[in-house]
């Protein structure tokens, strides 16, 4: 399978005038045809910026800095924006965070489908009328038509979050970026929604790009894991070289932190505090926080390292 997506040396900052925020650092990875890759990292760490700059869709403070986003070849920071909405949708599809704010509240569920499937070349009311209520049996509603005609507010949020995968797949795109799917719903109906995504990702062979800063998210169907600290990816691998033999030390102290099962009054954390991305250290950002640092961390910041069985990272332990 060739690449779907393509990103090289992607860096992007917010902000007005002189002062801007450096938000994502140099990143550079692919998706192949139908892959499902991770990523992993704490709030704050660029990774909902770093999926936004891959959809075009960054707020108006945000600029590309350098860098390529190439999908299926074609280069999206090229494109005008009557191409790019006509990819959207149709071609690349995000499940947002929070679908009760992603759904508008005033509009039918079934309406706010049907909208999509017309954006992109269902002229027909009548079978835009019949496909609504198959795509929310499809994501798991035993009464569709009820749901077709409900407002947002009037259900769950496991409900709404289906309402929301059913939307961004109408159009059986290429791409699914989902950011944070589950962090919304409690753990029951947590599993619920992967197994479900997982599903749908199998039967239509769709590439997806899942964010969460929860491991537990990307257990058992994300094939690779990239792992962002402070705007960089700082490791990348499989599922099984990240979870079972972590090489970054922030890495490490995440899958730390799932594994460990915390005492009565406190939660596991990774010591220290994230580092604030106007005043970045000139060296590894990780450094002030790492139980393993080494004078030349402070000094300069280490390169990406490639490691047996294409596994990357970037440590100055590794070289």
Known sequence: MGDLVQIEDLSISYGNGEQRLPAVQHASFSIAAGEVVGILGESGSGKTTLALGLARMLPASGCYESGSVKFRGADLLQMTEKQL?????AQIAIIWQDPALALNPVIRVGTQIAEVLRAHGCRDRRERAARVPALLAEVGFDRPAEVASAYPHQLSGGQRQRVAIAQALCCRPALVIADEPTSKLDAALQVEILTLLANLRERYGMGCLIISHDPSVFAGWAERLLVMYAGEI????????????????????LVRLAAEVAPRHRLPVIAGEPPDSMRLPPGCAFEPRCPERMAVCSGSRPAPRAQPKKQQVSCFKYE
């Open 85 to 89: 909405a006509a990819l959207r949708g």
């Open 234 to 253: 700082v490791e990348a691998g499989t599922r099984e070289q990240v979870f079972g033999r972590p090489l970054h030390p922030y890495s490490q102290a």
